[in-house]
């Protein structure tokens, strides 16, 4: 005998509810992992800032409560290095370099030149 139509539809519900049933039982086990990696980051955060377990809520509650954007945060003793005072930039460069109108104005005349040139 034949199957009729309205049983093959039925079987075929019954196989999109159970795939259903597994991705939502796959969705909370995604979401779970999200979380506890989540948490890992956070106490990865936490114990970079060398903050004591007595301090920690205080801090919390000064950034919670805008009182502090991080800064007033104790450092690790072992920061960074602090830049010489005749530190400039990059490339060693021992002092800051002035520019005027005038110098911008002759070196664009340099570059309408060199394009008079290869015009000609």
């Known amino acids: 005998m034949a199957i009729s139509k309205s049983a093959k539809i039925m079987a075929e519900i019954e196989k999109v509810k159970a795939k259903i049933s597994d991705q939502q039982a796959r969705l909370k086990e995604l979401e779970q ?3 506890e990696a989540e948490n890992e980051e956070i106490v990865d955060i936490v114990r970079g800032m060398s903050i004591s377990l007595e301090e920690l809520p205080l ?3 000064r950034i919670k ?3 502090t ?3 007033n ?3 690790s003793p072992k920061g960074a290095p602090a830049k ?3 530190f400039v930039g990059r490339g ?3 002092e800051r370099a002035e520019f005027s109108p005038q110098a911008e104005t002759e070196v664009s005349g ?3 030149d060199e394009e008079k040139e290869d015009a000609e």
Do not use: Y
């Open 73 to 75: 945060v104790p450092k």
């Open 59 to 61: 801090v919390l509650q």
């Open 33 to 35: 992992k999200h979380k």
């Open 65 to 67: 409560a805008g009182d």
């Open 110 to 112: 340099l570059c309408d």
């Open 69 to 71: 954007l991080g800064q």
């Open 92 to 94: 060693g460069a021992r």
């Open 84 to 86: 010489s005072d005749d």
